[in-house]
């Protein structure tokens, strides 16, 4: 018999949000389940790790006997990765999964997300991983069709030879199952926000900022992930460490002279 | 007359920072120059963004004559990258500079380094960007012959007719200018840390944990960054917000079958 797979389970939204619980739930027959998350949200912490402060881990009893062993920590999600590989497990589990992210992380919301940051951390590890996301910010979200795709893709995740820095971004449109026309392998669409912030007055007179901002897809092709999410697929974007610009550096060692 | 280009310019390290007060030194005379940058050290958080606080903008006068105008903000460097152009220069600058962060940011320290998020920001909205980085963490570290450097690779990037998206990683050896061989084009090494949290226990007994790690370097071809450092050379490499792993995208478009 083979061995089961160690899974270990991390998000953003923090270890008492709604889509962690149902990722446990999702993939709790498919290997031995560790939660090692973030003891408060998360939300927009891209690859932010902790150096000015000690981080604690607190065991958390939540998840009752879906788990093997469940922990907090008063960190980032890119510090619940290594703190779960070196303090945890003492090792590297099979796979690891981060979410299930409550809102969109396709495009460009990749590079702010700490729940794919989380996912990219395990890939560059080695260890092979995903992000899952489901395009309904509410606490109260319907994870139930989400569910029926995690543990398919999980599954069929787990039956591939995996080549240890593999990193999937996948995102899922928020409709019933019945809805949903199936999987697309795509790429990150080119989008960005355009910022604008809301100017406030404090008590004293003083202005501060919140941080708000109108999405802008500029991507119009059909491989992208945004396309696929708009035409109900569940998107799985393959996601790389390696930010080398190839095409801008072929053409910069021959341009660019001082 | 050419209009005089505008200068973004921000860091993780602070606004405080030596290293930012050369880079200013460096190319003030190339430009108009802006600085909008962190009242506090903000290393290692990534493309972290602020949206459960709000912001505040302050003017400081520490760069006296050097600058057109100076402010610090209370958030990440991509907060400050975003508040620059929204509610500072209300538009794009001609280009924007991080930096000089004290320490290297080559190989997959991109991925942590606040330095290079504000700069992989700027490119995100459209802002052709550079990060600069010396190959020293110290506060005393001696900035003169990156100075040098600086000045010469902004003035090549004014130069180009610069894709609007253009992000460049540049690293410099902490070596005098007579030891520096040059500049490389590059590519991002393979390499990455091997955590070691430290235990420690506080007064009441119970463990907290430090994030440790040692650099390893599994990248051992020459056109790498980490290879150019190591001969004395300033590493540049372009740096991409597309994460998509198209190799990758290609094999499970073939093979990944739910």
Wanted: charged share 20%; hydrophobic share 40%; aromatic share 8%.
């Amino acid at each position: 018999m083979a061995k089961k797979p160690t899974i270990l389970i991390t998000n953003d939204d923090s270890v008492s949000a709604p889509g962690i619980k149902a990722l446990v739930e999702a993939v709790k027959d498919l290997g031995k389940v560790y939660v090692v998350a973030p003891d408060k949200p998360q939300s927009g912490m891209g690859h932010a790790i902790t150096i000015n402060h000690p981080l604690r881990l607190s065991q958390v009893t939540y998840f009752g006997d879906d788990v093997a062993e469940a922990w907090q920590v008063n960190g980032t999600p890119v510090d619940c990765v290594k703190l779960a590989v070196d303090r945890v497990l003492h090792g590297h589990p099979t796979i690891c999964l981060s979410g299930i992210n409550h809102g969109a992380n396709h495009s460009i919301n990749v590079i702010y997300s700490g729940t794919m940051s989380a996912a990219l951390e395990a890939a560059i590890e080695g260890i092979p991983s995903i992000g899952f996301s489901l395009l309904d910010f509410s606490v109260e979200a319907d994870f139930s069709a989400a569910k029926v795709y995690v543990k398919k893709i999980v599954q069929a995740f787990l039956a591939q030879t995996l080549e240890p820095h593999t990193c999937l971004n996948v995102n899922i449109p928020a409709v019933p199952e019945n809805l949903i026309q199936g999987v697309k392998i795509c790429r990150q669409a080119y989008a960005k926000y355009e910022e604008n912030f809301e100017e406030r007055k404090d008590p004293s007179g003083k202005s501060y900022y919140w941080l708000t901002g109108a999405f802008v897809n500029f991507d119009k092709q059909k491989d992208s992930d945004v396309w696929a999410l708009e035409n109900n697929y569940v998107s799985i974007v393959p996601v790389t460490f390696d930010l080398t610009n190839y095409p801008l550096r072929e053409k910069l060692e021959k341009t660019f002279k001082l």
